[in-house]
């Protein structure tokens, strides 16, 4: 399929998001099959055919893995729509971090000047493609980690902020700026502010899931939406508005977590709904959860079985390699095979509209 990047790469983007997002269907609905987690999604709809930026409190490090199983309830073609922001070390992970290179997702280096330029190449490839993401973005920059909240702790007694309980404070000159830009290519017409909240036990890390089988029993999200016309339009005052909506999220929390566990719940939104998987859905779920792991079991028995799986793991490693020293990830050759293509009129046809 790389071949394709070289020969239409407008195509290949829109094949490799098809691919990656009914991936992740599986990794999301494993946390419901094997730990037993329910996830319960009410509110506004998050809709896929529109550009927005999704914000969410990023209380644990798994807050992602539940948060697909929660986008697939709502409408599974968000899987294929949804882009993350996340941490840049992932890109380097064998395998997932390859993944999520050649679906565009970005790496921040958690420093706004290593970043910013970064950020703007990606946004600005997302409105060249005229493909319509929903960009994931955690304003607290990380996960709510005791060192974390320390940190979040110290920076606002040298602010003269409030401490917060149950969130870290938001990182704003990030969120601003990336606002700023999608507004400037005209490719937002969202924000959709999604709150997290456990009902029972809040398990921190991935570690604790994999090693010791720990995981949360109900995961609630609630989602609000605000067209980015109601949003402001200045610097300081879109900084505000979030320093506020924190603010708001802090005391929502507060009334979420002090409630008897069996009953935990957040409110819905005016014209928002709770969503559930409808027969189909439910039925689409388990099969691909069943095509991935056999798929991922043969693959596994081929690497160490046929020397030219063998062989063909090692070029694949060396192809990354080269491609993240030369161009610094997949997702910027992709980019740069774009920009190319676009130049000479050869960016390649995009393929027929699936409909919904």
Same mark, same amino acid.
Request: net charge positive; proline share 6%.
């Given at each position: 399929m790389v071949i394709l990047l070289f020969i239409k790469p407008l195509l290949w983007r829109k094949l490799l998001d098809r691919l990656v997002g009914i991936w992740v269907i599986m990794p999301g609905a494993l946390s419901n099959f094997l730990f037993g987690a329910t996830i319960r999604i009410k509110g506004d709809f998050i809709k896929h055919e529109e550009p927005a930026l999704i914000?969410?409190?990023?209380? &644990?490090?798994?807050?992602?893995?539940?948060?697909?199983?929660? @986008?697939?309830?709502?409408?599974?073609? @968000?899987? &294929? &729509?949804?882009? +993350?922001? @996340? $941490?840049? +070390?992932?890109?380097?992970?064998?395998?997932?971090?390859?993944?999520?290179q050649a679906a565009a997702y970005i790496f921040l280096d958690r420093s706004f000047e290593m970043d910013k330029t970064k @950020?703007?190449?990606i946004l600005d490839y997302y409105a060249a493609t005229e493909y319509k993401y929903q960009l994931l973005l955690f304003p607290e920059g990380t996960d709510k980690c005791p060192k974390a909240t320390e940190r979040s702790h110290q920076f606002a007694e040298k602010k003269g902020l409030t401490h917060y309980q149950y969130l870290l404070h938001p990182r704003v000159t990030g969120f601003v700026h990336i606002v700023q830009a999608m507004r400037k290519s005209d490719n937002i017409k969202y924000i959709y502010d999604v709150t997290i909240g456990f009902g029972d036990a809040i398990v921190q890390s991935e570690v604790d899931l994999v090693a010791h089988g720990a995981c949360p029993k109900e995961i609630y999200y609630q989602v609000i939406k605000y067209p980015i016309e109601s949003i402001p339009r200045s610097d300081e005052a879109l900084g505000l508005w979030l320093v506020n909506l924190w603010k708001q999220k802090e005391e929502k929390l507060r009334k979420f977590y002090e409630m008897p566990r069996n009953v935990r719940q957040f409110e819905d939104t005016p014209d928002g709904m709770e969503y559930e998987l409808d027969n189909n859905t439910d039925a689409a779920q388990k099969w691909l959860i069943g095509f991935w792991c056999f798929t991922t079991v043969f693959w596994i028995f081929m690497f160490f079985e046929s020397a030219f799986m063998f062989y063909w793991a090692v070029l694949a490693c060396i192809f990354y390699t080269v491609v993240h020293k030369v161009y610094g990830g997949l997702e910027f050759l992709? +980019?740069?095979?774009? +920009?190319?293509? $676009?130049?000479?009129?050869?960016?390649?046809?995009?393929?027929?509209i699936l409909t919904t």
């Open positions: 914000i969410m409190n990023h209380r &644990t490090r798994l807050d992602w893995l539940f948060f697909w199983n929660a @986008l697939y309830k709502m409408d599974p073609w @968000l899987c &294929t &729509t949804e882009k +993350i922001s @996340l $941490k840049g +070390i992932l890109k380097y992970v064998p395998g997932a971090g390859w993944a999520m @950020l703007d190449k992709s +980019i740069d095979r774009f +920009i190319h293509a $676009k130049q000479y009129g050869v960016v390649g046809q995009e393929p027929p």
